[in-house]
Nanobody
Framework: QVQLVESGGGSVQAGGSLRLSCAASGSTYSRYCMGWYRQRPGKEREGVAAIVTTSGSTFYADFVKGRFIIAQDNAKNTLYLQMNSLKPEDTAIYYC?????????????????WGQGTQVTVSS
């Protein structure tokens, strides 16, 4: 099992940037695929980005391509989501997640483990 703790959420104006962090602990085997998904008010869960931790391959949902970057720091056991050019429609609770199995994709929302979430609010 993996324990995941997100941080870095907050409020920002449209066009601004935020960086989310996810501190991971527990089995590295259980972290083959790590990612971020979000829950917008009144909407279904959406996959945002994911990374295969063994290869570094990254995947993005179409609506964040060119704006968000997912990255990992293996030495710190930390996953990041750099969010640029934020839009009001990016307002959501963002969750860090991990699973020992693939496939890994930007749209993935079903992970075995996830954190408590961090709120991101983008104002126009």
């Amino acid at each position: 099992q993996v324990q995941l703790v997100e941080s870095g959420g907050g409020s920002v104006q449209a066009g601004g940037s935020l960086r989310l962090s996810c501190a991971a602990s527990g089995s590295t085997y259980s972290r083959y695929c790590m990612g971020w998904y979000r829950q917008r008010p009144g909407k279904e869960r959406e996959g945002v980005a994911a990374i295969v931790t063994t290869s570094g391959s990254t995947f993005y949902a179409d609506f964040v391509k060119g704006r968000f970057i997912i990255a990992q720091d293996n030495a710190k056991n930390t996953l990041y989501l750099q969010m640029n050019s934020l839009k009001p429609e990016d307002t959501a609770i963002y969750y860090c997640a991990a699973d020992s199995r693939g496939p890994c994709s930007g749209g993935r929302t079903n992970f075995r483990d996830w954190g408590q979430g961090t709120q991101v609010t983008v104002s126009s």
